[in-house]
Nanobody
Framework: QVQLVESGGGSVQAGGSLRLSCAAS????????MGWFRQVPGKEREGVAV????????RYADSVKGRFTVSRDNAKNTVILQMNSLKPEDTAMYYC???????????????????WGQGTQVTVSS
């Protein structure tokens, strides 16, 4: 059974950093397209970053480029989202998602992912 569990959310001031983790079980995350998404109440879920299977090609939403970094810890079967220079507009529930084929389709579309974690809240105060 595939399971994704996010952790690392919290409250920080603008300019601060947080490190989110997505621990995978039931499958090997490095063989899958692993995406990070975020959502605020009343808005659609939006893609933040993705890491491709195998070699680790990454892509980012324009709003987070240069501030967020996605990576893998294969020994722990975990995907990391390092978030620096956080802004109040980064406040959201953050989710990781997995799918074998999402990176071949459109990584930023949440409909392309089969598996989702429960989310972790990130709050950035000004």
């Amino acid at each position: 059974q595939v399971q994704l569990v996010e952790s690392g959310g919290g409250s920080v001031q603008a300019g601060g950093s947080l490190r989110l983790s997505c621990a995978a079980s039931g499958y090997t995350q490095r063989n899958n397209c692993m995406g990070w998404f975020r959502q605020v109440p009343g808005k659609e879920r939006e893609g933040v970053a993705v890491i491709y299977p195998g070699g680790g090609t990454t892509r980012y939403a324009d709003s987070v480029k240069g501030r967020f970094t996605v990576s893998r810890d294969n020994a722990k079967n975990t995907v990391i989202l390092q978030m620096n220079s956080l802004k109040p507009e980064d406040t959201a529930m953050y989710y990781c998602a997995a799918d074998r084929l999402a990176c071949l389709r459109n990584w930023i579309d949440p409909a392309n992912y089969d598996y989702w974690g429960q989310g972790t809240q990130v709050t950035v105060s000004s």
